[in-house]
């Protein structure tokens, strides 16, 4: 089944905040602490607009099944970026889609100028880890930054 990845359109913030708030539930990450809770999940397109931030979803046949992008760490060092709120419906997963759109969000990351992609996700979602791994994401003891997801208890870090 193929699939495209594009830059998210305001049009698309609704879907996208959707998918979200059903996604994140499923691995256990609806509490205080997880991305399901940002400010940013209802306005998507306007909060990764500034030159340093990105935000892709991906689609088949017109309809949205995910998204992820890529935006300054809170609190980090400015080289620092971080992959946020990279969710995908179950439909879409298995298809090669997570690889594409992280591969993407790695290629704006080094022309927007950083030398380094952090992540944080949690225990449960061991298939995304396995991707982060085999794409070169090592892991950390430790988060970094201020994101204010202290439910995640999983980090990642990738030179760029």
Known sequence: MPFVIRPIAHSDNQTIA????????????SGPGFA???????????????PRARYFVVEIEGTLHGGGGIAPLAGGA???????????????????????LLETCLDFARTAGYSHCYLETLSGMDRAQALYRALGFEALTDPLGATG????????????
Do not use: N, W
């Open 18 to 29: 959707g998918i979200i708030r059903q996604v994140m539930p499923e691995f256990g990450a």
């Open 36 to 50: 399901l809770h940002d400010a940013e999940v209802d306005a998507m397109f306007d909060a990764y607009s500034g």
């Open 78 to 100: 400015a080289g620092i970026c971080e992959l946020k709120k990279m969710y995908f419906l179950p439909g879409l997963r298995g298809l090669g889609a997570g690889r594409t």
């Open 149 to 160: 997801h202290f439910g995640c208890d999983r980090f990642y870090l990738r030179a760029l």
